[in-house]
């Protein structure tokens, strides 16, 4: 499997920013999906998942009610819809696929980078 995350960018606080991830290989909608992010100086955090069949989404509570993660199987293609974007939320943002075939196969993207200015 190979993640390809959008180019992320300049933001001001306050605004919107969508991040899309452009999954290949052999990813499939069997694949649970997520972003993370890591802000300088600190570790990797979760920020956003979706279940196999996009029919539950999880959020870590500093996003909650302003992002959305979102997938579209017939595109292999996963959405992070930014809202509200906060000067906290600058890091270099990653996709995640993950999934369990008798073991656990697990992907990361190359990261990208959000800014957000105050």
């Known amino acids: 499997v190979q993640l390809q995350a959008s180019e992320g960018g300049l933001v001001r606080a306050g605004g919107s920013l969508r991040l899309i991830c452009a999954a290949s290989?052999?990813?499939?909608?069997?694949?649970?999906v997520g972003w993370f992010r890591q802000a300088p100086g600190k570790e990797r955090e979760f920020v956003a998942a979706?279940?196999?069949?996009?029919?539950?989404?999880l959020y870590s509570d500093s996003v909650k009610g302003r992002f959305t993660i979102s997938r579209d199987d017939a595109e292999n293609m996963v959405y992070l819809q930014m809202n509200s974007l906060k000067p906290e939320d600058m890091a270099v943002y990653y996709c995640?696929?993950?999934?369990?075939?008798?073991?656990?196969?697990?992907?990361w993207g190359q990261g990208t980078l959000v800014t957000v200015s105050s």
């Open positions: 290989g052999s990813f499939s909608r069997n694949y649970a």
């Open positions: 995640n696929a993950d999934a369990w075939y008798g073991r656990q196969y697990n992907y």
């Open positions: 979706s279940s196999r069949d996009g029919g539950s989404t």
